[in-house]
């Protein structure tokens, strides 16, 4: 197996920048859009668990959209062959330090989130 192709891991590191200014800006659609759409679909939040794609929709739908702007350091992306790969970030919100993992999979709709987690330090 081929890790971090360098097409591959382009493609992986332009649609992490993607969801993270979606999460900034609050751009539900495109959260909504870059998780994968299904039940098998894992999101665990620093103060929920969330177990398919629409529990994790209907959590975006009702989050509040002040205060997401962060920063990132820290980030690691690798991709495992063509279609898997794993970014994981630190990240500091209103001087609150954090971890968020992600998992993607490339899909026919493109690359998604498969299973994420986000948590405080």
Known sequence: ????????LAEVTAVFQQYEQALITNDVEVL??????SPYTIRYGATENLYGYD???QFR????????DRTLK??????YGRDFATAN??????GKSG??????????DGWRVVAAHVSLI
């Open 1 to 8: 197996m081929e890790i971090d192709i360098p097409e591959v």
């Open 32 to 37: 909504d859009q870059l998780f994968w759409n």
């Open 55 to 57: 529990a994790i929709a």
């Open 61 to 68: 739908a009702g989050r509040s959209p002040a205060g997401l």
């Open 74 to 79: 820290n980030t690691v992306i690798t991709t």
């Open 89 to 94: 970030t630190e990240f500091v919100r209103s």
């Open 99 to 108: 971890r968020q993992s992600q998992t993607w999979m490339r899909t026919l």
